[in-house]
């Protein structure tokens, strides 16, 4: 008997393949009708059983028991929810990328008698270099794209930053860590869209290809946003001044929503960084070519574009003040609402207290008297 299909896209983090989680979980209902089970109900959910399985909860601001057996929930519903008509599933978290090989023995032990594949989106390192620094800033860093960029690009990568970024990033490290423990490399699917492709759009006509549907069944489009420039500039000031006082995923849940303007022109890296990024992406091509990946795609899209001849502008103090105004009277709005529900609270809080009383006293009278 054919074993059932369990495709598992890996991300990688910034390669524009992030939305697909939302929408397969939106789409669930008629993806199950096309024999496509989505066992994650939400995006959040996905990303949850992601932190579980590397065990980084506490780095994004959640407790354990917040995602403890989340995993083993999505594992549950694959093999209850179409289990007779052997259905495919589909679970996407573009943090699975970076599972060590323990995590990825843990995953795989925890699909026995499933056919995992696994599909891996790329982007040119230049790409992800920006995309991954804007993402630390909004998780509370303060440093400079060029400051980030060489702490990377350390040889010794002995930093933080450096190990956080290749954790997620170094490609050829990446696929062949999973292809050794799938122990299958023709069950790694890489796809490397074109300039003009939408990468989400990419990644899911490979998925749906594995799972025998019609990839136009779904409307999978990349929804990611890049802050501007003036909304960076203020973030990093604002992270240097809260300096970890305050919870990390509320700090960043309040940036998002009051700090953060998006913009179609996201930050670029220096142009002296290009040849050395460039190298970076001959040496993926090169392990893509030799790895016995099933590639979808041309290697020489990984070659970053040509570095704009000038330096980008810092925002002016105009265009920083701009935006900082607004998110404070946004934030100011929020304050007073949020003390007038707690002063709302604290009336019932109170009301309640005496009617607890009143009831004690009640009891009390009745006891004696019986």
């Known amino acids: 008997m054919a074993k059932r299909r369990f495709v598992i896209h890996i991300g990688l983090p910034h390669a524009g393949g992030g939305s697909l989680a939302g929408a397969l979980a939106d789409h669930a209902a008629p993806l ?47 093999r209850k929810e179409g289990a007779k008509s052997h259905d495919a599933v589909v679970v996407s978290d573009d ?41 630390a800033v909004r998780a509370g860093s303060e440093l400079e794209l060029r400051r980030y960029a060489r702490r990377v690009l350390d040889p010794d990568r002995r930093l933080d930053e450096a190990a956080s970024f290749w954790a997620d990033q170094d490609a050829p490290v990446i696929l062949d860590r999973w292809a050794g423990e799938l122990r ?7 796809v490397i869209p074109t300039a003009d492709a939408d990468p989400a759009r990419a990644a899911w006509a490979t998925i749906a290809r594995l799972v025998g549907a019609d990839a136009d069944a779904l409307p999978v489009t990349s929804t990611a946003s890049a802050p501007d420039a003036a909304s960076l500039a203020v973030l990093r000031d604002v992270n240097a001044s809260v300096d970890g006082r305050a919870d990390r995923r509320t700090q960043r849940l309040l940036s998002e929503a009051h700090l953060v303007r998006s913009t179609d022109a996201p930050a670029a890296v220096p142009a002296d ?36 001849a000038a330096a980008p502008v810092d925002p002016t103090l105009e265009e920083r003040l701009a935006g ?16 007038e529900r707690a002063e709302e ?26």
């Open 273 to 308: 960084l290009h040849e050395e990024l460039t190298e970076l992406a001959e040496a993926w091509g090169k392990a893509l070519a030799e790895g016995g990946y099933a590639v979808t795609g041309d290697a020489a899209d990984l070659l970053p574009a040509a570095a704009p």
């Open 95 to 135: 943090l699975l990328a970076g599972a060590t090989p323990e995590q990825i023995a843990l995953l795989l032990d925890s699909l026995a008698g499933f056919e995992v594949h696994v599909v891996a989106v790329l982007a040119d390192p230049a790409q992800q270099l920006a995309a991954a620094w804007t993402d």
């Open 32 to 78: 199950a009708d096309a024999g496509v089970r989505v066992p994650a109900r939400s995006t959040d959910e996905a990303r949850r059983a992601a932190l579980e399985l590397r065990r980084l909860h506490a780095t994004y601001g959640f407790k354990r028991k917040e995602v403890e057996g989340t995993w083993a929930l999505l594992c549950k519903r694959a």
């Open 184 to 190: 299958r490399p023709d069950r790694v699917h890489v």
């Open 345 to 370: 609270l604290e009336k019932r809080n109170a009301k309640l207290e005496r009617k607890k009383a009143k009831l004690r006293t009640r009891l009390a009278a009745a006891l004696a008297e019986g």
């Open 324 to 339: 900082t105004t607004d998110a404070l009277a946004d934030l100011l709005v929020e304050l007073a609402r949020t003390r």
